[in-house]
């Protein structure tokens, strides 16, 4: 406290000080009134909570371990000082004592902390939206409200209203709290002006188009209206109209000027550059010119390099491997000489990509075989495959990049349903039984043991009861575990707390092997009626649903879910209240 405010409270002894992050350990002065050994401790007759200008927010405030009628005592007023800062309520606290009759009356002097609950802005004029505009001052809803936060926000809010042509545009806002629910609202006043127009257009153009050619798909004028939106179609009309004659690394750029203000106007810079002429050519076989843009990459990133030559490469075999070209070799080489521009200006650059194909003979899927499966059946695991055989006037649909996947898709059922060391591998046989172009397909699945959940533990939290989570968790005792099942379960789990004003939950969960004795007596034991109601959540249908508890299991794991809420300060867990709170999980 400062000495002028310390003059005017006489008696007022500063038991302990609580700031930002630090630990709330209390500083008492080594008086008789508060710290003496000599004579016993004053009484305690008055305990509030208040804010500096000494407005009361509570006479008689809870959870904290402090009493009327004892006797004061400094470890819990300490104690006391760390209950309220946890609730996340209250910053800047401290205490402090004012003898009156009968004893000391005890302040908690706190900043009330409020949380921003919602931002609304009157008198915009589209654009940008309102929506856009919100999104622009980055106000998170959910963390604690400062003033300099709301500034900066409107800083941000003018700038993006610049953007749009409202150079003259005037933004405050006002607040209106909720001290009951401890939430603020923000109401931003919007008053746009005149949006601004365009003055002078300069053309910077590095091209061998004619200016005309270029300002003309623009479309923008001078006196037109300027907008974000209307510039970036300008620009991206220029490079469209590049990429069509060749020139797929061309660019096109509109930087502004200095505001005119006397007259609401802002000059344009216009710059367009049309990099070399790129050409592509395919022997070998024939693509139509719209494929050959969607299987070459370059066309759509606007650039050529390795990566995405090496793409398209890709991209064309797996077109051939599908039509039935499974033995299909494709190569490109690339050349780079100097090409008369099509008016005769100037001599430019290009850039003459060239695809050879070899097809090689086309063959026919026959068939498909899935072998060592037992918990899943065939049909099952057909049903997932992208591949298929062929037919008549088909020879089936077929890629080295399918098989791979349909292999990965087995694989990550079977994990996802406990058998964490499946392997799956997959066996391409031509010329089948020495018919020339006959091909089968073979995936080897070793399916390895099941790994279910022993038992699970739930930690920290404090604003949703047991049984309420459980609802929504789908790894009970009994049921398989994966890394998929708990990554559901932490979604639906930080659903439960997002949806109940939690903006910053957040979880994680740690788990344990126990050998498989021990994991089927927790299964047992805990898990029977978990596991009947959630059969068939993750797993699909089988034959024999029932042979799945008696296979035996060679480990179990036991789960353990943390939950607590954080508020920046040495890492204490701690209960969560309110609908501003934060609640996280911590897995130890």
Not at 235 to 264: C, E, M, Q, W
Not at 485 to 512: C, H, K, M, W
Request: some cysteine.
């Amino acid at each position: 406290m400062k000495s002028g405010r310390a003059n005017g409270l006489r008696g007022i002894v500063a038991l302990a000080l609580l700031m930002g992050a630090a630990p709330a350990h209390g500083q008492m002065p080594q008086d008789a009134s508060v710290a003496g050994t000599a004579k016993e401790e004053p009484k305690i007759v008055a305990i509030r909570i208040v804010e500096e200008d000494g407005k009361v927010l509570s006479d008689s405030p809870t959870g904290i371990v402090v009493e009327n009628g004892e006797a004061l005592d400094r470890v819990k007023i300490a104690e006391s000082l760390r209950t309220l800062y946890k609730t996340g309520d209250y910053a800047d606290l401290r205490a402090v004592v004012t003898p009156v009759a009968g004893g000391v009356r005890l302040d908690f002097v706190v900043r009330e902390n409020l949380f921003f609950n919602q931002v609304r802005i009157q008198g915009l004029i589209a654009p940008p939206t309102e929506a856009s505009a919100a999104a622009a001052m980055q106000l998170t809803l959910g963390q604690a409200y400062r003033r300099a936060a709301v500034d900066e926000a409107l800083d941000r809010l003018r700038e993006t209203l610049r953007e749009e042509g409202l150079y003259q545009a005037e933004v405050s806002a006002e607040t209106a709290p909720h001290p009951e629910r401890h939430q603020m609202d923000i109401v931003v006043h919007v008053k746009p002006g005149p949006r601004a127009r365009v003055g002078v257009i300069q053309l910077k153009n590095e091209t061998e188009y004619r200016e005309g050619e270029l300002l003309s798909r623009l479309k923008m004028k001078t006196g037109s209206e300027i907008t974000s939106a209307k510039l970036q179609r300008g620009t991206g009309r220029i490079r469209k109209f590049l990429v069509k004659k060749g020139h797929l690394s061309g660019r096109a750029g509109v930087r502004r000027g200095n505001y005119d203000p006397a007259k609401n106007t802002v000059p344009l810079e216009l710059e367009v550059t049309e990099g070399p002429r790129v050409k592509v050519n395919l022997t070998g076989a024939k693509f139509s010119g719209g494929d050959l843009k969607k299987l070459i990459p370059i066309y759509q990133e606007g650039a050529v390099d390795a990566d995405l030559l090496e793409e398209g490469k890709r991209n064309v075999r797996e077109r051939l491997e599908r039509q039935g070209y499974f033995d299909a070799e494709v190569n490109y080489k690339m050349e780079t000489h100097e090409a008369k521009p099509d008016r005769g200006a100037r001599e430019s650059a290009e850039e003459i990509i060239t695809y050879t194909v070899e097809r090689g003979p086309r063959h026919k899927l026959i068939g498909i075989e899935i072998t060592g499966n037992k918990y899943f059946d065939t049909e099952l695991l057909r049903s997932r495959l992208q591949i298929f055989g062929g037919a008549f006037g088909s020879a089936g649909r077929f890629s080295r990049r399918l098989v791979d996947s349909d292999a990965q898709s087995i694989r990550s059922l079977y994990q996802a349903n406990g058998f964490l060391d499946a392997r799956v591998d997959q066996q391409i046989e031509d010329n089948y039984k020495g018919k020339e172009g006959d091909l089968l397909i073979r995936f080897l699945i070793q399916e390895g043991k099941q790994t279910r959940v022993a038992s699970l533990s739930i930690e920290g939290n404090h604003a949703f009861k047991e049984e309420e989570l459980l609802r929504v968790i789908g790894s009970t005792p009994g049921q398989p575990y994966s890394d998929f099942g708990v990554t559901t379960d932490r979604d639906n789990i930080l659903a439960l707390y997002f949806n109940e004003g939690f903006p910053q939950a957040s979880f994680t969960a740690t788990a344990e092997r126990v050998p498989a004795v021990a994991a089927e007596q927790n299964a047992g034991a805990d898990g029977n009626a978990a596991a009947s109601q959630q059969n068939g959540k993750k797993e699909p249908k089988e034959k024999n649903p029932s042979r799945r508890s008696s296979r035996p299991r060679r480990s179990g794991w036991c789960m353990k879910f943390r939950k607590a809420r954080k508020r920046g300060y040495g890492g204490c867990s701690l209960a969560a209240t309110g609908t501003r709170g934060r609640e996280s999980f911590i897995a130890r």
